[in-house]
């Protein structure tokens, strides 16, 4: 269980890395992607980061 929460949580964060870069605009990645500059998508991006950090977390308990 340990080993999935670590996973999961890495690649939770990972994604919402993505997305802050997307909706802010720093990362145009894929250039044709509806995410980009719309800061709507960082606040999403935000709350999965943390949410994998959560995760991250929880697997070293």
């Excluded at 080993?3 to 999961?8: D, E, H, K, S, V």
């Excluded at 145009?28 to 991006?45: I, N, R």
Aim: aromatic share 14%.
């Amino acid at each position: 269980m340990r080993r999935f929460l670590l996973i999961a949580g890495l690649f939770a964060t990972a994604v919402g890395l993505l997305w802050i870069g997307q909706g802010t605009g720093t990362l145009a990645w894929p250039g044709s992607s509806f995410m980009v500059d719309q800061l709507q998508w960082a606040g999403y991006g935000a709350a999965m980061a943390g949410f994998g950090l959560v995760l991250i977390w929880q697997s070293s308990q």
